[in-house]
């Protein structure tokens, strides 16, 4: 069993093929929530959450013995994760079917990338 | 078709049969222990017992059987070395208890070992693996050409093509990318991504004389394809379109330089290669599932049937090509930037130019792109490279 990220992406704050209205909105909610139940009846689902916008973000470095902090996102780019779902998956074709069917409920591209390892570091 | 031995002798003969044996072992051994890196390392240690063994005692029947069994033991006498290799075969379970060489031979039956490297090259051509991983990992694992091999072919050198092959066995572990067939909602997709692959191997040694031997490879990997997938119409199809294109070698280049499919020598081209893809594309025909390969096939088996440029079945090239826009169009909307996809634009464009053909061969085609041009970018299929003529 391996974890997995999925993750959206906003540009520019917005999500392209986001629902415009508010009929596409119920239904693509509908869509969401039918799909994480699946997820959590099959044991998939470990967290899920939507970010607010890289505006919302700040900064913390470690300066002279001080801790410096800087408002904004630690990237300055056009596009910023949105949101994301952590899964459990066999392998990767089993995470990209999942991925997928993120993608329908969503219309909105899915970035996937494994974890190297996850819970807490062992000493 | 294998590849031309060097010079017969033992040397040779034994590398011929260590190449076909390499990928069948290798395949076995990475179901037994699921890891490449290991189950390449266990068949190159059994090579070196063979291929001293074999010169003494000759090559036994089922080299790839005996391969597999020398390399799962020497790998499990490994693995009992070190506490993580104890832990691993633990998880493996009975194998571990096994009595050495028990349950292994069964394996050189063609069933199982069949199965292994099906699994093995939808690992290969995973498309979640860049392009040049894919090709990697297709000749080095799977196709058993040496490190050294490959490196050549792709004129980069031994250590940059070893450091590309630790790289991409690292990602299909670090993604946990699994050893197995796809699902059959995934298969035509990623049965897409396989042909591609060997279309670009086979592309490649087209595209210059020293990579040559990738012709023969990709030839020789398609033909175990059809073999291991009997049922795919698309993998006849693409064995068939690499045996007609191959057919011309011989009339393709002059003097160092490439000849137009009009200026070719046409007696030179080889019948018999043309009359085994031409039997393909029949079958394929009758059995009525078309493809843009099997389709690519069937536009280069009427260049092959006509005895010169001009008494070419134009109509018939014309309407092959409308098949493949529509076929290419209905398919190549999915969002895979796979790497070998013929591009719907490209067809487009050799519609055009067939159709031109079609209308005033005889007076030069007035169409403003090349035929060779747009001949060669629909019939062949690259990694968005302009390919050359056919």
Same mark, same amino acid.
């Given at each position: 069993m391996s974890q997995y990220l999925l993750s959206t992406y906003a540009v520019e704050g917005e999500v392209p093929g986001?629902?415009?209205t508010p009929e596409e909105m119920q239904a693509s909610m509908r869509r969401v929530v039918a799909l994480e139940d699946e997820m959590e009846a099959t044991g998939t689902f470990v967290f899920g959450g939507a970010l607010h916008g890289p505006d919302a973000a700040t900064v913390i470095r470690a300066g002279d013995g001080d801790v410096v902090m800087t408002d904004g996102p630690f990237v300055e780019a056009k596009e910023h994760i949105a949101g994301f779902y952590i899964i459990n998956a066999d392998d990767l074709d089993a995470a990209l079917a999942w991925a997928r069917r993120v993608v329908d409920a969503i219309n909105h591209p899915i970035e996937v990338r494994p974890f190297r390892a996850t819970g807490r570091v062992q000493a | 078709m294998s590849r031309p031995v060097a010079s017969g002798g033992e040397g040779s003969v034994l590398e011929r049969v260590f190449r076909e044996a390499y990928g069948q072992a290798v395949a076995t051994l990475i179901r037994i222990f699921g890891d490449i890196a290991l189950a390449e390392d266990a068949v190159q240690e059994a090579f070196v017992v063979a291929s001293d063994r074999w010169r003494r005692d %000759?090559? @036994? @029947?089922k080299p790839a059987g005996w391969i597999v069994t020398t390399a799962r033991n020497r790998a499990i006498d490994d693995l009992r070395r070190s506490a993580r290799g104890r832990a691993l075969l633990e998880q493996l379970g009975a194998l571990a208890t096994a009595p050495h060489g028990a349950g292994v031979e069964e394996r050189g039956g063609d069933g199982p070992v069949r199965d292994d490297q099906l699994r093995l090259i939808f690992t290969c051509c995973h @498309?979640?693996?860049?392009t040049e991983h894919q090709v990697a990992l297709t000749l080095r694992p799977? %196709?058993?050409?040496?490190v050294e091999e490959v490196a050549r072919s792709f004129l980069v050198s031994e250590s940059a093509m070893a450091k590309r092959l630790v790289r991409a066995k690292c990602r299909i572990k670090a993604a946990n990318i699994p050893y197995r067939v796809p699902d059959q909602a995934d298969l035509p997709e990623r049965v897409r991504s396989v042909l591609s692959v060997l279309y670009l191997i086979y592309n490649t040694g087209l595209d210059a004389p020293e990579r040559g031997s990738l012709r023969a490879e990709g030839i020789r990997l398609a033909r175990a394809l059809v073999e291991l997938m009997p049922g795919e119409p698309e993998a006849a199809g693409l064995l068939a379109l690499m045996l007609l294109n191959e057919s011309r070698v011989p009339a393709r280049t002059a003097e160092g330089e490439l000849v137009l499919l009009r200026d070719q020598?046409?007696?030179?081209?080889d019948r018999t290669l043309i009359a085994e893809g031409r039997a393909i594309v029949r079958t394929c025909i009758r059995r009525g599932r078309p493809g843009p390969y099997q389709l690519q096939a069937a536009i280069q088996a009427v260049h092959c049937d006509a005895d010169s440029f001009e008494a070419t079945d134009w109509p018939q090239i014309v309407s092959l090509y409308d098949h493949l826009l529509s076929v290419m169009r209905a398919t190549a909307c999915r969002p895979i930037a796979s790497a070998g996809s013929v591009r719907a634009s490209a067809v487009s464009s050799a519609t055009r130019w067939a159709r031109a053909s079609a209308g005033k061969v005889s007076s030069r085609v %007035?169409?403003?792109?090349?035929p060779r041009a747009a001949n060669g970018r629909a019939a062949s299929v690259s990694a968005g490279r302009e390919p050359r003529t056919t």
């Open positions: 986001a629902p415009q | %000759g090559i @036994p @029947p @498309p979640a693996l860049r799977l %196709g058993g050409l040496s020598d046409r007696t030179r081209w %007035g169409s403003s792109r090349s």
